[in-house]
């Protein structure tokens, strides 16, 4: 549904995108990943049109969009920080885009008063965004970004600037939300946990490259480097490999392919325990057991162990 | 600027040189450069005081700072004669004396230092005093030493824009300075006189020196902005 | 810092003295002379034919003035925040001449581009003349409605802008319809500035106008000139008008300030 192809973003001297391409399906809800500075923001505002690439093509629906401005892309966007209308009450936030449009009035009222409804806003229409809380404005935002009916809805980490709570509940929220309205959804983080619980797709990217492509679980099971193994979740370092710690095992006899460690330090925290080792050269580890095992084991400082993994390694050790 | 040159850099030389003019330009320079001091010191106060303490009529008295820039520099020439005048009520014959000049420059000058030192007090992080006072510095040298710096920026700009005002100002002194040539002709006066004599070029010669000491002030103070900002944490 | 409440108060003394006698006297003193001997001289004072001829025409001045530099000012402080090109130091700088120069060099500067013999030479009259005196008036005001919306417009950022071409709208609607409405007060506040600076006009104007009594005379000049022909009430009454008009000046800043700086 949108095809992003070769595109290439510069600003001065850093390269914001390198040479990306990806392709959205209709009806979908992806998660463009990453940290700071990976591309993600920019691959957002050049598939949205604020910004133009300096190579490359950005189709939507069909139709080469790289040279159509944003306004008539027939996209819905939400930005970080609400970017309200601090003059306008939610009412007026919300009807903007159909005002513009020369909308008959009493299809504006309707259509104000349904979205607010769906984004549970009903009764606020005369407030001032200054009166509502960040969740609020949020969802103003997107009641706004919904009201022109877009192809796309482009969400730049849209709960960036919310308090851990809120953050929470409006992510469950737009799951939901999505799943009753099915439009088209890209969305921007760099927060995994939000990425996997929310999207379809997930969309790795670091340093203005494409790092992986896939469901949550095909990127956490097989990821396909370092990078996105780490980014996606804890991993630890076992030698020349990167492992999931939950993935290793610690005997007290020799195994094939486990390592020798001598234990630090065993810290008791109720139902886990987790035992700090020191591999041969000097690295360390560590290595979550369940207190049984910890019993089992009789772990104490000073003793000296093997670890191993119990899955395939997935990952020789990345930079 | 260029019509000044028309008659060769010896006709700009000998405008410039003339005694008169240069009597003008000395007394233009010299009371601006004092206004702009006591308004260093006056106007920092009064920010101060605006800021940080509270007493009846403080409101009131916050917007009269900025008479002087809603009042036409006429009007000012008028009020100070009725004070400093023949008609004095308090029997100061101050007319024609380098003192009415000084008041006439205090007077349309004031609002510059304490509207540029005002929000800079305002936004002053007060922790650092009290970091200052914990470590037992008395509140003298916790203005000296902590407070003082921070405001040293603020205070230049607005004495420089002090002295780019006074040394250009005509309207307030022309009715209290008397314009009594190499005493109390300020060189707006003389500029303005030298027109009127239908000697435009002799004018546009001092003006010329005029400007560029005005320029000068302003990209001092331009240059002391930009210092000030590269200590802003 | 908790200063020591005897210094504190000697502060504020030695402030509120100063404030007192730069200030409040003088001020006091002229309202006090001006309505000395009633109202009824006063108001024959400002309806003589050459008194409300002075204030047309400074309205009038000022009517062209203030809206031209408006808009000057609105569109160039868009450029200077959202622009990119080079030389914005370059016009930041040349905004900020007239507080630089002396008025009484601004009309010089005219005088010599505009005058008999000078640079330009237009089928029209301009230096003793009304065009001359509106070139002044809005050379010397120019920069403050510029000055009270770049801080806005730096304040606000672009954000909402870019939102609203996000919903279809272009860019003359999102002026109009986002921008516009979130500088209101800057401009408001800059246009107070203005008016003030267009009215209170003298030194340049007085090099420019030529003086004509009933013809090129803003409220200014005749105050200056009943001065100089011994009318001291009739300057005093002037004074007083343009007085009341400062004051009045004085509390649109007043209340406008608050609003500008609240974003």
């Known amino acids: 549904m949108i095809s992003v192809d070769a595109v290439t973003k510069q600003f001065g001297e850093f390269r914001a995108l390198d040479d990306v391409s990806l392709d959205v399906h209709e009806g979908s809800l992806t998660a463009l990943l990453g940290p700071s500075g990976s591309g993600k923001s920019t691959l957002l505002r050049v598939i949205a049109g604020l910004e133009l690439p300096d190579a490359g093509r950005v189709v939507i629906d069909g139709e080469d969009a790289t040279a159509v401005p944003a306004q008539r892309r027939g996209i819905g966007f939400v930005f970080q920080h609400y970017a309200a209308f601090k003059h306008m009450t939610v009412r007026e936030n919300v009807a903007f885009g159909l005002r513009i449009r020369k909308r008959p009035k009493a299809e504006v009222t309707a259509k104000v008063d349904e979205l607010l409804g769906i984004v549970g806003l009903q009764g606020y229409q005369s407030r001032y965004p200054a009166q509502l809380s960040g969740g609020q404005r949020q969802r103003m935002a997107l009641a706004r970004a919904l009201a022109i009916e877009p192809r796309v809805l482009l969400l730049d980490e849209p709960f960036g600037a919310l308090d851990a709570k809120v953050r929470a509940d409006l992510r469950a929220w737009l799951r939901r939300l999505h799943d009753e309205v099915h439009v088209t959804t890209v969305l921007v983080t760099h927060d995994q946990e939000e990425a996997m619980d929310v999207a379809d797709r997930i969309v790795v990217l670091n340093e203005g490259r494409i790092e992986q492509t896939g469901t949550p679980r095909e990127l956490y099971e097989r990821p396909a480097n370092g990078f996105v193994m780490s980014f996606l979740g804890p991993v630890a370092r076992l030698g020349e490999a990167l492992v999931r710690p939950h993935d290793l095992r610690v005997t007290a006899e020799p195994r094939e392919g486990a390592l020798e460690a001598m234990v630090d330090r065993v810290v008791h925290l109720g139902f886990e325990v987790r035992a700090e080792l020191q591999l041969a050269d000097g690295a360390p580890l560590a290595v979550q057991l369940t207190r049984d095992d910890a019993v089992a084991l009789e772990l104490a400082p000073g003793d000296i162990v093997w670890v191993g993994h119990t899955v395939e390694p997935v990952q020789p050790v990345a930079a | ?233 | ?263």
Do not use: C
């Open chain 3, 1 to 263: 810092m908790n200063v020591d409440r005897r210094v504190r108060l000697g502060v504020r003394t030695l402030v509120l003295a100063y404030l007192t006698v730069l200030l409040l006297v003088p001020v006091g003193l002229v309202f006090y002379r001006t309505f000395e001997h009633g109202i009824t001289p006063v108001w024959q004072a400002i309806t003589t034919p050459a008194a409300v001829h002075a204030f047309w025409l400074t309205l009038e001045i000022a009517l062209i003035a203030v809206p031209l530099n408006t808009i000057f000012g609105v569109v160039t402080a868009l450029a200077l925040v959202r622009g990119r090109f080079r030389g914005k130091v370059a016009i930041d700088a040349v905004i900020s001449l007239p507080f630089a120069l002396s008025p009484v060099v601004i009309g010089l500067a005219l005088l010599l581009v505009y005058g008999r013999g000078g640079w330009v030479s237009l089928p029209f009259q301009v230096i003793f003349s009304l065009p001359g005196m509106v070139l002044a008036t809005i050379f010397v005001s120019l920069p403050f409605v510029v000055r009270e919306v770049v801080p806005v417009l730096r304040e606000i950022g672009d954000e909402s802008e870019q939102a609203a071409a996000t919903l279809g709208a272009t860019p003359w609607q999102a002026f109009w319809r986002i921008t516009l409405p979130a500088i209101r007060w800057g401009i408001a506040y800059g246009v107070v500035l203005t008016t003030a600076r267009a009215i209170g006009e003298f030194g340049a104007v007085s090099v420019v106008s030529g003086r004509i009594a009933g013809e090129t005379q803003t409220l200014t000049l005749l105050v200056e000139q009943r001065f100089q022909n011994f009318d001291l009430a009739g300057a005093y009454a002037a004074s007083a008008l343009l007085g009341v008009i400062a004051i009045a000046t004085l509390l649109a800043m007043t209340l406008l300030k608050p609003r500008k700086d609240q974003t």
């Open chain 2, 1 to 233: 600027m260029a019509r000044s040159t028309d008659g060769g850099l010896d006709t700009f030389w000998s405008a410039v040189s003339s005694r008169q003019a240069v009597s003008a330009l000395t007394l233009s320079l010299w009371t601006s450069l004092v206004v702009a001091a006591v308004n260093a010191v006056a106007g920092t106060a009064t920010a101060w005081v605006l800021v940080r303490d509270d007493f009846r009529g403080k409101a009131v008295l916050n917007a009269l700072i900025d008479l002087p820039f809603a009042l036409p520099t006429i009007v000012v020439g008028i009020i100070l004669l009725a004070l400093v005048g023949p008609t004095s009520p308090v029997g100061i014959h101050a007319v024609a004396t380098t003192w009415a000049i000084l008041l006439a420059l205090l007077f349309v000058t004031l609002p510059f230092v304490v509207r540029s030192v005002q929000p800079v007090v305002q936004e002053l992080d007060r922790e650092m005093e009290e970091a200052a006072t914990s470590l037992g510095a008395s509140s003298a040298t916790t203005f000296r030493r902590v407070v003082l710096p921070n405001l040293v920026p603020a205070i230049l700009s607005g004495a420089g824009m002090s002295f780019a005002r006074a040394v250009g100002e005509f309207g307030s002194v022309i009715l209290v300075a008397g314009n009594i040539p190499f005493h109390t002709q300020l060189a707006s006066v003389y500029i303005f006189g030298q027109v009127e004599s239908d000697d435009p070029i002799g004018a546009a010669a001092v003006a010329v020196v005029l400007l560029a000491i005005s320029l000068i002030v302003l990209v001092a103070i331009a240059s002391v902005g930009r210092w000030g900002a590269r200590h802003e944490r």
